[in-house]
């Protein structure tokens, strides 16, 4: 039997092999830009996949209510069920730490208005803050993640 070592087999057959560095760095998951957004909410459709949204969404949002009612916070959880009175969405709000369970058929608006805490966050960004530094010559450089508010 002989032995073969790693880089003498092909990483992707028919391609070269790829390179440590070209793995250093690889694709993310894109995020929208959404923040200030005001979703169309004319069907039911368009309510669930606003709310999905708001899920993934890493800033506060501002529902309203259809009795007039606001409420601004953050999205953790959100319950699809068979109706709207039984799908739910939960978030905390603003100015408390309640949790708050509101059902999708009483959401007459939604508004994504609290800033995207982690937009322009991204590894390569990070990564390119290093490097600049390192560049310019700064000694015992460190990234450190930018505080919370």
Known sequence: MSE???ADRPVNPGNRPASAD???????????KIEGWVPSLATQEELHQ????????????????????KIEGYIFDRRSAPTMV????RLIPRDSNEKVSVAYADIAALVFSGRDTAAGKSWEAWVRKYW?????GEKGIALQPDALE
């Not at 600049?132 to 310019?136: D, G, I, L, T, Y």
């Open 4 to 6: 073969t070592s790693s």
């Open 22 to 32: 070209s793995l250093e760095v690889v694709p993310g998951f894109a995020h929208e």
């Open 50 to 69: 606003a709310l999905e949204k708001a899920f993934d969404y890493r800033g506060d949002v501002t529902i309203t209510l259809k009795d007039g009612s």
């Open 86 to 89: 039984d799908s739910r969405v």
């Open 132 to 136: 600049e530094k390192k560049s310019a």
